[in-house]
């Protein structure tokens, strides 16, 4: 996982997307585990006849073994980025397992390679495997096309291009409702658009480069606040959906919530006397999916207010609650060395004082449907920084991980850096993956790399670090190398300057 990921986002394959339609700090609850079967009483068998037994095969001559070797990986075609227009019907021809130079043949030109990520096998072997991202279009920083390739192999591909600026309509919540039935399956795309009075706009589709892609429709409603995303399969058939709502000001003071009201709300308390913990008003819906369970949000989203989001059944009783601080600043110790001197297990007192300063609430949330008045069981986030995190010019930062009073996870984190070296393709292939650390860096001729992430906790302990430059406005070409516990380089991945 890319920890300050600033490449076009990978959209996963998937027929079915089922969710509550949340944001990113939202709940989805999660599926049960299946109860496993009893295994049945074995049953006495009844005697059989003895049958004559067959003659033995003669033995076949044993034929040598041929020495088992691993096909060789494709190269990545080292060819100019090249913009043109490429059609739906282009995007359908290319199948799974093909390699980006057919692609290249099939689109009518070149494209542009946007990312490499190789990392070691987790296996402990030395073998590696490869993800690459290729785009095609007329433009290449909004791409029509991208392919994902596996160890040079077509994994998954997506098409879509910019959805109109005119809104088109959305139904009325009990026209919605109806999408539920079980009828509504396999009705054909211009039934739903019947149902729902309008025609919805192309979004995009995905597949895996087997004929069965599927296409994602979106309807909004005038306010832009509100959308109905849709999936059909490849004719045009119904298969699911997802209602989402923008997150929105509550419309008076008495819905901005603070810490105190959501400590007071307990495990399975019914959301009307949730309301009332949180100054009385019913805040924002953020989506509900086919179960009826449901997630309420409280405040604003971009950290000017604090904000209580809370998990529902379908009853409207609570099942886990997540609480947002309004963002704040604090301070920064002089150096990593206060950080990296924290010990796990450490209490907040503790904590505090090895850093010098007092940190700030950033976050605390319980999983779903566990004894909220335990503290055990609420997780609670504090970050040191002396910049709000909504501040372009953000640079370090701290955060600490608690369950109870239990420090269990800690993080140091540089979203934008910039090293003397600007890093090339062939810079990226010297990188040598289960190396030292420290031979990696002592002999990166490009320069020196700067340390961008660290985490430590009982599982693990990794370090990032970084040759190019992020900052908020641009992104040049940069290499991430990721390094484990052992100081072992065992992830690589090198992102592309942006074609215009």
Not at 222 to 232: A, G, P, Y
Not at 355 to 362: I, N, S, T
Not at 423 to 444: A, K
Request: aromatic share 10%; hydrophobic share 30%.
């Amino acid at each position: 996982m890319k920890l300050f990921p600033q490449s076009v986002l990978v959209a996963a394959v998937s027929l079915v997307l089922l969710g509550c339609g949340v944001d990113d700090s939202g709940y989805v609850p999660p599926q049960p585990e299946p109860e496993k079967p009893k295994p049945e009483e074995p049953q006495p068998e009844e005697p059989k006849p003895e049958e004559p037994k067959p003659e033995e095969p003669k033995p076949e001559e044993p034929k040598p073994e041929e020495p088992s070797v691993p096909l060789p990986r494709p190269a990545v075609p080292q060819v100019a980025a090249q913009a043109c227009d490429v059609s739906f019907e282009k995007w359908k021809s290319i199948k799974a397992k093909s390699e980006i130079i057919n692609a290249i043949t099939a689109y009518g030109c070149n494209g542009m390679l946007t990312s490499i990520d190789e990392s070691l096998s987790s296996t402990g072997t030395d073998s590696s495997s490869q993800n690459i991202s290729y785009v095609w279009g007329k433009s290449l920083s909004k791409p029509t096309i991208i392919n994902y390739y596996v160890d040079g192999k077509l994994n998954s591909t997506q098409y879509s291009h910019d959805i109109e600026t005119k809104t088109n309509c959305l139904a009325d919540d009990q026209t919605l409702e109806k999408l539920k039935d079980k009828t509504m399956l396999d009705k054909k795309r211009t039934d739903i658009e019947a149902l729902l009075g309008c025609a919805g706009l192309y979004d995009y589709s995905l597949s895996d480069g087997s004929d069965n892609y599927v296409s994602y429709y979106v309807w909004r409603n005038k306010l832009d606040d509100k959308e109905l995303q849709v999936v059909f399969d490849k004719d045009d058939k119904f298969l699911t959906y997802q209602i989402t709502t923008v997150a929105a000001a509550p419309k008076t003071s008495s819905c901005h919530p603070n810490y105190s009201g959501w400590q007071s709300i307990t495990r399975r308390m019914i959301l009307s006397d949730a309301q009332t913990k949180l100054g009385g008003c019913e805040g924002i819906n953020r989506g509900s999916d086919e179960k009826d369970e449901s997630v309420k949000d409280w405040g604003k989203s971009d950290g000017s207010t604090d904000r209580v989001i809370l998990q529902l059944d379908k009853d409207k009783y609570v099942t886990a609650k997540h609480f947002y601080a309004k963002d704040a600043v604090s301070c920064v110790p002089k150096d990593i060395l206060s950080w990296q001197n924290t010990k796990l297990k450490s209490s907040y007192a503790d904590v505090k004082q090895a850093m010098q300063c007092e940190g700030v609430l950033k976050e605390s949330h319980t999983d779903i449907d566990v004894d909220f008045s335990n503290p055990k069981y609420v997780t609670s986030v504090y970050t040191w920084k002396t910049k709000l995190l909504s501040d372009e010019n953000l640079d370090v930062f701290y955060t600490m991980y608690f369950a109870g009073d239990q420090l269990f996870n800690k993080t140091y984190s540089k979203p934008t850096f910039k090293t003397q070296c600007k890093p090339t393709h062939q810079d990226f292939n010297t990188l040598t993956l289960n190396s030292s650390w420290n031979v990696v860096e002592s002999s990166f001729t490009c320069g020196a790399a700067e340390l961008i992430y660290s985490q430590e906790s009982a599982d693990a302990k990794v370090r990032q670090y970084a040759w190019g430059s992020v900052d908020s406005k641009n992104v040049n070409t940069y290499i991430y190398a990721f390094v484990d516990k052992n100081n072992k380089l065992v992830s690589k991945y090198i992102q592309f300057s942006p074609a215009n």
